[in-house]
């Protein structure tokens, strides 16, 4: 006896699967920015300030980079009504 349910296909349902894509290609994007930023700068005897500098450099170009994958995204997603106040 099998306990497979069926999946629902619906729009909410292709929206929310697409939604967990631009999180993991925003998360792949921001951390090889992240990477591409801080790699030629981090030196071996480093001071801790110059390290945390480099660090933080690094995080805002990273959610930068995760900020515009993500929205690209979710301006796909979303429709024009999702936006609007439910009316009672």
Known sequence: MSSVHPVPQCELCTGMTIWIWANAVGWIAGLTAFMAVTSPLWRAGQSA?????????????????????TGAFLVRILKPGHLRAAVA
């Not at 300030?49 to 994958?69: D, E, F, K, P």
């Open 49 to 69: 300030a110059t390290t945390a500098v480099i660090g933080a450099l690094g995080g805002v170009v990273m959610a930068a980079v995760m900020a515009a994958m």
